[in-house]
């Protein structure tokens, strides 16, 4: 739970620099009242919807504040809830004008002049620092966990990390990084599996999915080439706002599966200009025994074992379900997180579907139902609130992809 968001839907307006001078009484009161109804909101998710971990995105830069937040959770949540405090330092000056930018994208700032924006969020800094103080000692004496992250990874400090999701929270930020960058995924081309209807051991690519091979190779080229002009004519005109923070060539990564299928798509791509790598975590769900029926017999097999597919997979038969999969790419996503450069994904559906499902941030719930067709790439570009997010459909008598849609996730 976000307090800009909450303080937001409360009022529908915005707070200049002068709202957060701690000096301001009335101001200040009115902050905590935001902060510990937003906590609240969060145990309730935790302690009554079945939440596992809630995000409390605030500032909690004093002591007093801090001190508020523990009482409050172990008023409610007694010993069933633990305290991470997540606190991010940063000393580098480029990366301090670089991170004040990404600010200008938060709901206070989204719709006014960026130059005033700026200025405006700059004292509110100022504001901040007179009564910043570090996490550290005063916690440690709580016994209660953090994690300093310095110049955006350069450097971390923790205390008290030992439960598996603090260690899984730290692990992560360990990962994180600013840098633009694209991320797309795809179906393999299609295959003679497809065209049969039936599940086989490693069926490779026909001789339309050869084409699309093709085609898709021609079209990553076109927009890592569009992608490239774009940023230099943002640096050329100086639109500090929209430019990627890390100014660098782009390394660009293609990941497979190791199924032929996936292999056969990724053929076109010189090896030159992408960084191609085989991953047997990016496999499809494995169908274990159900391997060579058709898609109605494995209905059928379904239907006789009441088992719901997307969970758990058919009992006795060796068959994945949704949880394998998405267990076996925590890693994939991690390194996601941690590259710099842009990347592609060429995969089964079940595979596609996870990792597009974790980049739009959709419930896993909701995600196993969306239907991921072939012959359609999905483009996400990671924003400081979100994701731009865009489909684009290949047409085969054109031999060439159509944008479908666009529009932020």
Wanted: charged share 25%; with cysteine.
């Amino acid at each position: 739970m976000s307090t800009e968001a909450y303080q937001a839907s409360l009022d529908h307006g915005t707070h200049s620099a002068g709202f957060f001078n701690p000096d301001n009484l009335q101001a200040r009161k009115l902050r905590e009242q935001i902060a510990m109804e937003t906590l609240d909101e969060s145990l309730d998710y935790l302690l009554n919807e079945g939440g596992s971990v809630a995000i409390f995105d605030a500032t909690n830069s004093t002591i007093e504040r801090r001190r508020k937040i523990i009482a409050r959770v172990q008023e409610r949540g007694r010993s069933n809830l633990q305290v991470l405090f997540l606190e991010s330092q940063c000393f580098d000056e480029a990366l301090l004008q670089s991170n004040m930018l990404l600010k200008m994208s938060n709901p206070d700032y989204r719709d006014q002049d960026p130059v005033k924006a700026l200025e405006d969020f700059r004292r509110r800094v100022a504001m901040y620092q007179k009564k910043y103080t570090p996490v550290g000692n005063i916690e440690e004496r709580l016994g209660v966990s953090y994690c300093q992250m310095i110049d955006v990874g350069r450097k971390f400090i923790t205390h008290n990390i030992k439960s598996f999701l603090a260690t899984q929270v730290v692990g992560y930020l360990q990962h994180f990084n600013l840098a633009g960058r694209q991320v797309w995924l795809t179906r393999h081309g299609e295959s003679n599996d497809n065209l049969s209807g039936k599940v086989s051991h490693d069926p490779g690519l026909s001789p339309h999915g050869v084409k699309y091979a093709a085609a898709l190779s021609r079209f990553i080229d076109q927009e890592r080439d569009t992608w490239n002009r774009q940023q230099k004519r943002l640096e050329e005109a100086g639109d500090s706002l929209r430019l990627s923070a890390d100014k660098s060539p782009k390394r660009f990564h293609l990941w497979t599966s190791m199924t032929q299928r996936s292999i056969q798509t990724a053929k076109f791509f010189d090896s030159a200009r992408y960084r191609i790598e085989h991953m047997r975590m990016l496999d499809d769900l494995s169908a274990g025994i159900l391997s060579g029926l058709s898609d109605a017999e494995v209905k059928q097999r379904a239907s006789d074992t009441q088992l719901n597919h997307t969970s758990t997979g058919y009992p006795g038969t060796r068959c994945e379900g949704y949880s394998d999969v998405t267990k076996r790419l925590r890693s994939i996503i991690l390194e996601l997180e941690r590259v710099t450069g842009h990347v592609l994904f060429i995969g089964g559906s079940a595979v596609i579907r996870v990792l597009l499902a974790y980049c739009r941030g959709m419930q896993s719930y909701v995600s196993a139902n969306v239907d991921i067709p072939l012959g359609t790439v999905y483009l996400l570009e990671p924003k400081p609130y979100g994701a731009d997010y865009k489909e684009f459909d290949y047409n085969p008598e054109t031999d060439s992809f159509h944008q479908k849609r666009d529009r932020e996730g």
